[in-house]
């Protein structure tokens, strides 16, 4: 008796101990692989199969990738090497009959040779991993433990990423749940590195290279973005956070404590334009931290790996980012209110120079997003626009409507801290439509003014009726330009006016 309830004490122990899927990955230079080895331990007694699936897309890229197109040599075991049946299920599902045994051999290998912030990458000098495309999540169980360890090249220097490592390593990770895990990319090699700490909390910079980085300001710049980030929304939600930035062709990608990006910008900036566009670039990865990651729809979270998730909101959750990391350099004191409404002005010439806002709401380019991530229909610029430049002005039109409204006392930034709070903090969910224009309204205040805005602006977002600038913008004392849709400060406004564009711009 007394055996037998030590046994199921060590039983439980070895439970809570070790994650039941335990991988190990090798990493293969020359042939641009990565070997994965997973240990699987049966969830319950008895067990006959088990559904293991790869996820065919990754939050923020709102693209089926189809990740299991780079897998090969799949096989399933028992510990000893006997081989086990299987089966694939549709595009993205294995399932393996367990044989009567409790813990199984599952071995795969994946293709990455992909320049992308979405896959993975292996070089002889260095790897960068994007989970999503290495390792599979057991049907149902999602949300347990995972453990995680890269046999990394022994000449190999650096492993970065938002996860801490396991004590006494640098590649082994411990993992609360495939949702983390896929939310943490890794760049390995002999990068550049700069591990810092700043207000309490722990910041490292992985550049690949980093040729640049020593003697200029973008550290700096960087602290006094995330800074004027933390004076809107009054909170660091994190304890660390990990920038990898990659040479290559631009492309970015949020992740819950770190960033993901290959650009082709340099920190020294000769080019004064080039060195915002690369900081705007980061800033607005960096501001995804709150506005996608935590401030969200209702249906970008929890995941569902296996399929689209479609949202009418991403014009919000992309466009507004966007306002916001421009807005970012200004309030850090990096950008001047004319270069801030110059990078807005380009976002209206943007959309107002095609032909597809007479066609497309920024509701429906949301949406439909997943039809065409990357613009490839040759038509796309008749047919449809881009929430990103779109969005982004929205949220300048936004800012103005409110700021109007409620004489100066309100503005965007009490908008997003009300979702941060209410629907982050207190809900722990995301927002349903409704919910976000009700929360808009509830900023404006309870008049038939503020309700009116709210109409208003909604049918600016859902419909391709025309957008009246100059009504929007003249009462904050900006003017827009018809023939070549630039941004300028009107000297000539009334005081008022004047007064609410100096608190939007920080002038
Ligand atoms: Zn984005």
Redesign the pocket.
Known sequence: MKKTILLALAALLSLTCAAKMRYTVELDTVGRYLNVHLLYTASEPGQQHVELQMPVWAP?YYDIINYPKYLTDFSATRTDGTPLPWQKFRRSTWIVDMGGADTIVVTYRTYANKMDVADSRIRPEGAFIAPNGTFMYENGHKLEPVEVSYNVPANWKHVSSGLRPVAGTTSSFIVPDFDILYDSPLLMGNHFVDKFQHKGHEYEFAFDPGDDYEGSTFKKDFLAMVDACTDIMKEVPYDNYCLINMQGIGG?L?HLNSQADYSSGTFTAPDRADYIRLLDFIA??YF?LYN?KRIRPIELGPFDYSQEAFTPLLWF??GF??YYSALLLRRGGIISAEELLGIYSNYISAIETHEGQRHMSLRQSSYDIWLDFMGDNANYRKVAISY?NKGAYMGLLFDAKIRCVTNGERSLDDFMRLLYQRYYQQLQRGFTEEEFWQALHEVMGTTTEAADATILLRRICDTTDPIDYDALLSPVAISLNHDNWALTLDQKAPKKAIKLRKALLGE
Do not use: A, D, K, R
Request: aromatic residues 8%.
């Open positions: 923020g970015g949020e607005h990865e995804h996608v959750s992309e980012t966007s990103y």
